[in-house]
């Protein structure tokens, strides 16, 4: 029983309170569990809304990119994924976004809103932190390439970049250092594009 008391979430029974001062234990408090919701917020009109994320698997791990555009409508504009082969997550995180502008400015749009659930890649594009030496070239060839436009990074919890890690996981699945395009959503995220269309919220749970 004392053994429970000290590893054991605890509710603070009578009985609890009483074996435990029996013993001189002291009781750990139960986390709290708060929830809260988080939206997918389409962009103004005019703006592009890119959100992207990275998916890293196994030893050593293979890495995949999935990147999703689309307008004020929360219309699909496209979508893409891309196998790198061997990387770890921060490296599939930053390709990711890599990625995007580059597809980005292919398209030649003016003005878009970088949308990840990585607050490192935030801070690399947003507060030019250090990134992995094999991709610093890149790296700063998009940093110049975001200064010829309006370009916006913000943060986002990953119950709110679904369509993003959806693409990434699917990634995952094709050959190394293979791509796939779709002007078309792929079946598979429909119903979270539909979702994010109508507004509804995810739910995320958090634990203090």
């Given at each position: 029983?004392?053994?429970?008391?000290m590893v054991g979430a605890n509710h603070s029974s009578s009985l609890d309170v009483k074996v435990s001062s029996l013993f001189q234990l002291s009781l750990r408090p139960s986390r709290q569990i708060f929830y809260s919701n988080v939206y997918w917020i389409p962009p103004?009109?005019?703006c592009i809304k890119i959100n992207f994320d990275g998916a890293s698997f196994g030893s050593p791990p293979c890495g995949a990119t999935?990147?999703?555009f689309r307008d004020n409508a929360a219309s699909f504009l496209g979508g893409f994924v891309h196998n790198i082969g061997h990387a770890s997550a921060l490296v599939t995180e930053l390709s990711a976004a890599m990625h995007a502008i580059e597809k980005a400015v292919a398209m030649q749009w003016r003005e878009i809103w970088m949308e990840t659930d990585s607050l490192m890649v935030v801070k690399a594009f947003s507060q030019q932190m250090e990134v992995p030496w094999t991709l610093r070239t890149r790296w700063l060839n998009c940093l110049t390439l975001v200064k010829s436009f309006s370009c916006t990074f913000t943060h986002i919890h990953r119950e709110g970049n679904t369509v993003a890690d959806a693409l990434a996981k699917n990634g995952l699945g094709l050959p190394s250092l293979h791509s796939q395009w779709?002007?078309?959503p792929p079946f598979f995220v429909l119903p979270l594009l539909?979702?994010?269309?109508t507004g509804l919220p995810y739910q995320r749970i958090s634990y203090m």
């Open positions: 029983m004392s053994s429970s008391l103004r009109q005019g999935g990147v999703v779709w002007t078309d539909q979702r994010d269309r």
